[in-house]
């Protein structure tokens, strides 16, 4: 057996190993596969890496990470994935791409995992991906819709999960076209990668129609409050706010805008649609008739009480995460993640190297996960990282969200 493989396995369990002669290797003849494995996988565990904000900013989205680390115990419970048990080894990185740096490299060189999963943020993931990159680790499933994170050339080993910013935005953008095409717009984003992404497919889906918009207002997402950025956008004379702001900035948005009495027509990131964490926060009733865009179902309404998807997911919730709020978008976003990776390993069998992880990543064929929308699939192959395309436009009914119109094709050009 490769020393490498040796070492993986003795980090993993922790106590020193008796090799047996042969183990691993089929004999002759044998029906059996080969097991392979690199460092982080063995014949009992496979150790899995996130970075997470547990603090810091965007505090309210540590919940994903949570939720995943009690979607795989329930896996372990049910005997693991092939007759292993998945190590879900998650960091704190406060949002703070110095501090993802720091905490990547100690599960990649100290930890040893073999991949890592959902890792959080885009100006975060951009801070190791060409690091990742270059150790050749799988980088699946980030938990950032950043473009650039489904360029299978430029970042092989990286694959997002979600549709990408300037898929979703460019929906926003044909809808304000198509419906407002005189509409003054006024935009807030955050002056980091993520805004600037999210505003080159806004216009890009405005196309004539990107002349409309008369403001454009970036915040710090180390600043305390938005309060006079909204005003600067009131006081532009627009009828649409396009509202581009991470969960706490966004909620203060909605909130603000209530306050000083400005009632545009409000588009909100599909990032910050979370019922619990940024409209109750923002107040229910300001946030009636707000627009997005999703691709997962919403717990709370009525379509799904009898789907089978949301049987399952509820369950889960009972069992496993007692007391949280399964209305929750980010719940929902942790579950269909987590059970997206499974599927993936799961492909994998007995062939735990890298490369094998990132080869079965890109087989994904119409996989469905349980709370995705019913004609929403998994699907990738070696030039498509981009496992999402889909979303449905839906509006806030003072309640819960509400779908209209069909779905939407993501409408990335892929290269």
């Given at each position: 057996m490769p020393r490498h493989a040796r070492e993986a396995r003795s980090a993993c369990l922790g106590v020193a190993l008796t090799i047996l002669t042969g183990l691993a290797v089929a004999a002759p003849g044998s029906a059996h596969e080969e097991k392979r494995y690199d460092p982080g996988a063995s014949d009992t565990a496979i150790k899995i890496g996130n970075t997470a904000p547990y603090s810091g900013p965007l505090s309210s989205n540590g919940i994903i990470a949570r939720t995943e680390a009690a979607y795989?115990?329930?896996?372990?419970?049910?005997?693991?994935?092939?007759?292993?048990?998945?190590?879900?080894?998650?960091?704190?990185?406060a949002y703070s791409p110095p501090k993802t740096v720091e905490q990547t490299r100690k599960l990649i060189e100290i930890v040893e995992v073999l991949l890592l999963f959902n890792q959080l943020g885009t100006p975060t993931t951009m801070s190791v991906i060409k690091y990742v990159n270059a150790r050749k680790v799988p980088?699946?499933?980030?938990?950032a819709g950043a473009t650039v994170f489904g360029d299978h050339r430029a970042y092989p080993w990286s694959m997002g999960f979600q549709p990408s910013y300037q898929s979703e935005t460019r929906i926003y953008g044909k809808y304000l076209r198509e419906n407002y095409p005189d509409g003054k717009i006024a935009v807030l984003s955050s002056n980091d990668d993520f805004g600037r992404d999210n505003i080159k497919g806004l216009k890009d889906g405005l196309g004539d129609a990107a002349g409309n918009v008369v403001a454009e207002v970036t915040y710090e997402t180390s600043?305390?409050?938005?309060?006079?950025?909204?005003v600067k956008?009131?006081?532009?004379?627009?009828?649409?706010?396009?509202?581009?702001?991470?969960?706490?900035?966004?909620?203060?948005?909605?909130?603000?805008?209530?306050?000083?009495?400005?009632?545009?027509?409000?588009?909100?990131?599909?990032?910050?649609?979370?019922?619990?964490?940024?409209?109750?926060?923002?107040?229910?009733?300001?946030?009636?008739?707000?627009?997005?865009?999703?691709?997962?179902?919403?717990?709370?309404?009525a379509a799904w009480k009898d789907d089978p998807g949301l049987k399952r997911f509820s369950d889960f919730m009972a069992e496993h995460m007692p007391g949280e709020?399964?209305?929750?978008?980010?719940?929902?976003?942790?579950?269909?993640?987590?059970?997206?990776?499974?599927?993936?390993?799961?492909?994998?069998?007995?062939?735990?190297?890298?490369?094998?992880?990132?080869r079965q990543a890109?087989?994904?064929?119409?996989?469905h996960l349980d709370m995705l929308l019913p004609d929403i699939a998994l699907t990738t192959s070696p030039s498509d990282h981009y496992p999402i395309e889909r979303m449905q436009l839906q509006k806030f009914d003072g309640r819960n969200w509400a779908r209209f119109g069909t779905g939407v094709e993501g409408m990335l050009d892929k290269k």
């Open positions: 795989f115990k329930m896996i372990n419970d049910q005997g693991g994935v092939n007759g292993r048990k998945i190590e879900f080894i998650s960091y704190d990185d980088q699946l499933f980030i938990a600043a305390p409050t938005i309060d006079s950025e909204l956008l009131k006081f532009s004379g627009a009828s649409i706010f396009v509202n581009f702001a991470s969960a706490k900035f966004a909620a203060q948005a909605i909130k603000k805008a209530a306050e000083i009495g400005w009632k545009p027509v409000h588009i909100l990131h599909g990032n910050s649609q979370s019922i619990s964490a940024v409209l109750k926060p923002a107040g229910l009733e300001n946030a009636r008739d707000i627009i997005t865009a999703s691709y997962s179902k919403d717990p709370a309404d709020d399964q209305d929750n978008s980010y719940v929902v976003y942790g579950y269909n993640a987590a059970q997206a990776l499974v599927e993936v390993l799961k492909q994998c069998k007995d062939d735990l190297t890298r490369a094998n992880v990132m890109e087989a994904l064929n119409g996989a």
